[in-house]
């Protein structure tokens, strides 16, 4: 599963297309963790899609990650802030790889 501590415990190295990007990334096999308020690790995530299908206000878009071992494309939590904490993504994702924090 995601670490929920993700921002004690790993360093932002960037973002992409305004969404923080927390290390280690080593492309192919290291994506990291993708956004802040709502986080996905890009390294759990298997492109089930379930994300996408339910979030009522369509915060996450696929994003291709070519030769990455678990899935070639990820849900990347593009307008997190749109996000009305409804824990609907977190509850559905079936690896765990969604953190999202309210408040
Ligand atoms: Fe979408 Fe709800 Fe997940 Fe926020 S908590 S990203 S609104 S499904
Ligand atoms: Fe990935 Fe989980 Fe969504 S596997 S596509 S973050 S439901």
Redesign the pocket.
């Known amino acids: 599963a995601i670490d929920s501590n993700f921002e004690v415990n790993r360093e932002r190295v960037g973002e992409e297309d305004g969404v923080a990007v927390w290390g280690p990334v080593e492309p192919p096999e290291k994506q990291g963790i993708r956004g802040t308020h ?1 986080a996905v690790d890009f390294d759990i995530c298997l492109a089930d899609g379930a ?1 996408l299908e ?4 369509d ?2 878009e696929w994003t291709d990650t070519p030769g990455h071992p678990e899935s070639e494309r990820k849900a990347n ?1 593009a307008d ?1 802030d ?9 509850d559905v994702c079936p690896v765990d790889a ?1 953190d ?1 924090d309210p408040g």
């Open positions: 709502v994300c339910d979030c009522p206000v915060v996450f939590p997190e749109q996000c009305i904490d409804c824990m609907l993504c977190v969604i999202v």
